[in-house]
């Protein structure tokens, strides 16, 4: 099994006679993908994808520095006084939805403003009721967080009428304003950029040669969104084949996700050599699968989760258990966003534009640390507010 060999040298084994049988077989994939790709993805020289793996390469190296110097907005209204916000979760248990509101919540105490938190507990009936009782209190503004406006279209018309503005956490596809749900923008990293990186991350580590098992939840448009581009990204490189796209709703995980992971370590023992899951969670429910058979923490599969980077999986990462990397939301530094964004639009003024750059955490680049912070936000928007 993986704990009994050489990480590198077996992808790299393993991956030479995979692209012979599927040559022989003709099966369009892993080796068969360079026939679309050109000649600058042939499957020659010390990897599968020369020039495809040097580009991954590059992007992940800029990816991975901690040291990225603040690229947001350096000017904008001073503060409003005396706001209130409304800040209605999909659930605080989701680690992402809390970690975005104690971020809203430091930033409104620097601001000066007061914030309520109204949790919908994870279920439809639940934010619903949320919303409503958000709107009933008529606060200067209302953050969406982490959940489908469109699920509570009716509280979001009324909020519209009552010149309430809405600020989405992860609420719509995109980054930025929205009109249908009018929302006047949304916080989130490019689910594009999240996807593209994770994907380069194992083209990059990989060599250009890996077998790769890729999770989602094909319930949640857009985590099927995600996988996909996901897929395609790697699908550019001629030496990974992509051995298993497996659907696992998200509710569903704790209780299938250590079956899956069973059944895949069975089918493909040493071909396995990387997985991606749209979330960070799914690995923490393969942990105890992937430790009952054997494997070593340290990997293969070396696994990466494309999106949030919850404190357990900095735990997962930082002990080398069952998780390689992660492409985490800058939390914090998004519900300060969140609270500047809802200044400019008190304000009269249009919505930032800014989206933060997408990062890769690793126990190397890590320092320690359960979230990812970047540095000089905090002192940026203080200067922007007056404060």
């Not at 956490?169 to 929302?183: F, K, M, Q, T, Y």
């Not at 098992?213 to 995600?226: E, G, H, Q």
Request: charged share 15%; with cysteine.
């Amino acid at each position: 099994m993986h704990g009994n060999r050489n990480a590198a040298s077996g992808v790299l084994r393993v991956r030479l006679a995979g692209c012979v049988l599927l040559a022989a077989a003709t099966v369009l994939a892993g080796c068969e993908r360079g026939s679309e790709g050109g000649p600058e993805e042939a499957t020659t020289g010390p990897n599968g994808c020369p020039a495809v793996h040097a580009r991954a390469q590059a992007a992940v190296g800029q990816a991975e520095q901690t040291d990225v110097s603040w690229n947001g907005p350096a000017t904008g209204p001073a503060a409003a006084s005396g706001k209130t916000l409304v800040y209605v979760a999909q659930t605080m248990t989701n680690p992402g939805v809390a970690g975005a509101a104690n971020g809203v919540k430091e930033a409104a105490r620097v601001i000066g403003w007061n914030v309520r938190v109204i949790d919908g507990g994870g279920t439809p009936a639940g934010i619903q009721a949320a919303m409503s009782q958000a709107v009933a209190v008529r606060p200067s503004g209302i953050v969406i967080g982490g959940f489908d406006p469109n699920s509570t279209l009716q509280q979001v018309s009324r909020a519209n009428a009552a010149g309430i503005p809405l600020i989405g956490w992860h609420a719509v596809a995109a980054p930025g304003p929205s009109r249908r749900p009018e929302l006047f923008t949304n916080v989130t990293t490019r689910v594009e950029d999240v996807a593209r990186i994770s994907a380069q991350w194992i083209i990059g580590r990989s060599g250009g040669r890996a077998g790769v098992v890729l999770i989602t939840d094909a319930s949640i448009p857009f985590a099927r969104n995600k996988s996909e581009l996901i897929k395609k990204e790697l699908a550019t490189c001629s030496g990974v084949k992509l051995l298993a796209y497996e659907n696992i709703p998200i509710p569903d995980a704790s209780s299938r996700t250590p079956r899956v992971i069973a059944s895949l370590l069975s089918r493909f023992q040493d071909s396995w050599t990387h997985s991606v899951a749209i979330n960070d969670l799914y690995f923490a429910d393969a942990a105890p699968a992937l430790r009952a058979a054997g494997e070593k923490g340290s990997g293969p599969p070396f696994n990466i989760g494309a999106g949030d980077g919850d404190p357990s999986a900095f735990q997962r990462i930082n002990s080398r258990q069952y998780q390689a990397a992660t492409v985490p939301e800058p939390l914090s530094l998004q519900g300060w966003q969140i609270v500047d964004e809802f200044n400019r639009a008190f304000s009269d003024r249009p919505a930032s534009g800014y989206v933060a750059p997408v990062h890769i955490t690793t126990a190397d680049n890590s320092d320690g640390a359960t979230t990812w912070d970047p540095s000089g936000y905090r002192e940026a928007y203080r200067m922007i507010w007056g404060k």
